[in-house]
């Protein structure tokens, strides 16, 4: 069995209270688990633009692996203020549709997705 669970909180005796990132079919309490030591890492770079994956970065969209060796991990902290561009410029998705009707400027975060009546 594979579940990659993320840690949100230390309960103390060697327990945690996680939240599992895919399918928890067969998942008992008690059962042993391995810490990799390492933060939930996503493929980045030109090659990722227009395809979709999900929250472990594996590609959903039927278009074979990515062509990339690049990572990052999904928390990091944000850019120094000054590495920050000043001009400008469109943040392209790589969804057409999205690019032309909707297109996002670079520098914030945005909410792409999302349920019904969150934006």
């Given amino acids: ?46 090659s990722t633009l227009g395809r979709i994956f999900n929250v472990l970065g594996e590609p959903v969209d039927n278009l074979g692996p990515v062509d990339t060796n690049k990572k990052s991990p999904i928390h990091r902290s944000a850019p120094a203020f000054i590495q920050l561009d000043t001009k400008l410029s469109i943040f392209e998705t790589g969804i057409k549709v999205v690019d032309l009707l909707a297109p996002y400027r670079c520098g914030g975060k945005i909410g792409l997705f999302g349920g019904a009546g969150v934006g």
Avoid: Y
């Fill in 1 to 46: 069995m594979n579940v990659t669970c993320e840690v949100q909180q230390l309960l103390g005796n060697n327990r945690v209270r996680a939240v599992a990132m895919s399918d928890t079919d067969g998942l008992m309490r008690g059962m042993e688990v391995i810490d990799t030591g390492a933060p939930i890492s996503v493929p980045v770079g030109g």
